[in-house]
């Protein structure tokens, strides 16, 4: 079969030109050759179900992220970067482990809002640095992170949190996005003041009821080929059902068919880089 040939059966030149200008953003950019062997996952008539969840992908772009946590940080009364006019102390903790993404998110939180000379290193501290600190009433702590789908790995970060913090500190949690679901979750189960730049309703999980993007039967395909991608969570984890991309890593809540990386299966947007690794 001719590549010609194999274009018009999987998609048009026109569908695998948008998609690829559109999903640029991503930090492995999915080429024509790599949307199209994931293409060819799908059985010819699952085909239509395939393009719809790729015109449905939400990609956030580096910038995008960028002007959330300005806008985030902006937003938070008494915080100035002059001193002079900037109420209590500050502090800006990426939440959770080394590992994860929060501490990694701090590089970008301090690049959007131009706090990346030296001279603002105070400002920046580890949640092992915080009991140290004596925080009061009066300060702040400013907790950083991505995402969160389902809010339970916030909600059970919170007690350590609390711990450390030790005081009547105002707390906030600054998100590029969150699930509605996850910040009730947040909400109604920590002292964390939430700011998002993205908020995804229920019809962002496309197999909610409020979702009309799928017919049942093409529902059904979904989860089929899910359970090839992540047998365990064929739905992303929690059974988010989302179809959302950030521009640095795809969250595990997004449908695995869409960041799977592994023998049986490769998504257009691993969260790993790469191939064969564990997704």
């Given at each position: ?58 990609i956030v772009s580096e910038l995008e992220i960028h002007q959330g946590y300005k806008a985030a940080l902006e937003g938070l009364p008494g915080w100035s970067k002059s001193s002079k006019n900037r109420q ?192």
């Amino acid at each position: 079969m001719s590549e010609e040939t194999a274009v018009k059966e999987l998609a048009s030149e026109k569908q695998l030109a948008t998609w690829t200008e559109r999903f640029g953003v991503y930090r492995m950019r999915p080429t024509k050759d790599v949307l199209m062997h994931w293409l060819e996952r799908f059985d010819p008539a699952d085909l239509p179900i395939a393009h719809k969840l790729l015109d449905a992908v939400v990609i956030v772009s580096e910038l995008e992220i960028h002007q959330g946590y300005k806008a985030a940080l902006e937003g938070l009364p008494g915080w100035s970067k002059s001193s002079k006019n900037r109420q209590g102390r500050w502090y800006f903790v990426g939440a959770g482990s080394a590992g994860e993404s929060g501490p990694a998110m701090l590089r970008l939180f301090r690049e959007a809002n131009s706090l990346q000379h030296e001279g603002w290193q105070p400002l920046f501290v580890t949640a092992k640095d915080l009991p140290g600190l004596n925080l009061s009433a009066y300060d702040h702590c400013v907790f950083v992170d991505d995402f969160a789908g389902t809010g339970k790995q916030m909600v059970d970060y919170w007690p350590l949190m609390q711990e450390l913090v030790a005081s009547e500190a105002k707390c906030y949690l600054l998100l590029t996005a969150v699930t509605s679901c996850a910040a009730d979750v947040i909400q109604k189960n920590t002292d964390l003041e939430l700011r998002s730049f993205l908020t995804l309703g229920p019809d962002a999980n496309v197999f909610a009821d409020e979702s009309d993007l799928f017919s049942e039967e093409e529902r059904a395909a979904l989860d089929k080929y899910g359970k090839r991608a992540w047998k365990s969570h064929p739905r992303g984890f929690g059974s988010c059902g989302l179809a959302l991309v950030l521009s640095h890593k795809t969250p595990n809540n997004s449908l695995p068919i869409l960041h799977a990386n592994h023998e049986n299966w490769i998504g257009p947007f691993p969260r790993t880089l790469i191939a064969g690794a564990s997704s």
